[in-house]
């Protein structure tokens, strides 16, 4: 879900956006950082050494993998549902940030997604098995059941982004369910436009249509829902509300009064540092969030990766010839859509979405080496939008 992105999106937006920055120290505790190098290999030359504060990736772009854990353990258990047996991630969105601060892209990943899955090392020592066709959120499963740790599952996750986009991932941010309420109740909720009532009685989401300001638990529901009245039940039906919601909650505290507001302020970063676990240092965050103090809503775009439903199964999602465009135009450090469709084809409405019954683990039938086309596309331009997009007015 979205609250990987948010809390750490915002966490950047806000050390950048004042002086703030200076008071890292304050929080390096609330953060859990884990050091998942050995298990990636060989890795490029790191950046020189840079004083606390800085930026430590000045001149170079950025790419940080976010991903939402469903753990259901402690507090997260009260929200969600208890659940028993590891740890899995419900959303993994890949977050750009260009070379010279100017532009931050995000694009989601949905977990139904086929992709080759490489071997992964793990903390003890074995090694995950390899698939050439299976749901990505499997790679982040198996790391975890093999090594029995975060580090492994997020290793994992983080070398199947690379071996299946090109990119190169700097660091990763993980995220829990209580975080991200605590977050929004800490800027006094967020204004949003719901199209339609909504009600879906397992996320316990009941709203009616117009422009609400959510609290910590309705935004949450809000996020997690795919089972209410207006939606097939497919996660590429929440991934659309929880960028809206995202999207909502950046532009809240971008055009409101809470980069200056020291008491909304702390609280908002206190309940985002205290909800990350990743492979960044808070030094790093601070450095990199302070450099990015010029972006504005209408830099910062958000979309899914372009994708279609494969022919031989409708309930999973496969990437189109238009998202090879944009992991390129991301690796290139230009804009995500240049190049791209700005109108879907003729026959680009889905025939079909991934349903709600999908589960992790489908793998490639032995023998199978051509990988189906899909039956529908839905291109890049529809998909995208800016911050500044999202402040369209609530019609339905």
Known sequence: MLRGTALVTVALLAFGGTAVYATYARLTNNIRQVDVSAL?????????????????????????????????????GDIGGRVTGGMRSDTAIVMHISAD?????????????LVEIPSCNTSTGEKTNTSSRAMFNEAFARGWDTGL??????????????????????????????????????????????????????????????????RGKDALAFARSRH??????????????????????ATEILHKDVLANWTQLLGLLNAATRSITTSMSTTDIAGLGYSMRGVRGGDITLMTVPWGTPADDKN???????????????????????????????????????????TPGATATPGKSATPKPKATRKAGREAFTLDDSTASCTQ
């Open 40 to 76: 990636l290999g060989p890795r490029p030359t790191p950046s020189a050494v840079v004083a606390a504060g800085d930026d430590p990736n000045a001149g170079q772009d950025v790419n940080i993998l976010l991903l939402g854990s469903d753990s259901r353990m402690g507090e997260n």
């Open 101 to 113: 601060r100017s532009r931050v892209e995000m694009v989601s990943i949905p977990r139904d997604s």
């Open 149 to 214: 740790d975060l580090e492994s599952a997020a290793a994992c996750a983080w070398l199947t982004v690379e071996k299946n986009t090109g990119l190169v991932i700097d660091n990763f941010a993980l995220v829990d369910f209580a975080g991200f309420e605590d977050m929004v109740d800490a800027i006094d909720g967020v204004p949003i436009c719901i199209p339609v009532d909504l009600d879906d009685n397992k996320a316990k989401l009941h709203l009616t249509a117009g422009y609400q300001t959510l």
């Open 228 to 249: 209410n009245n207006a939606s097939d039940g497919s996660d590429i039906g929440r991934i659309g509300n929880q960028q809206r919601l995202l999207a909502a909650m």
């Open 316 to 358: 999973r999602v496969e990437w189109t010839s238009e998202a090879d465009i944009v992991w390129a135009n991301m690796a290139a450090d230009v804009p995500i859509l240049d190049g791209t469709s700005e109108e879907p084809e003729a026959s680009a409405t889905p025939s079909a979405t991934p349903s709600a019954s999908a």
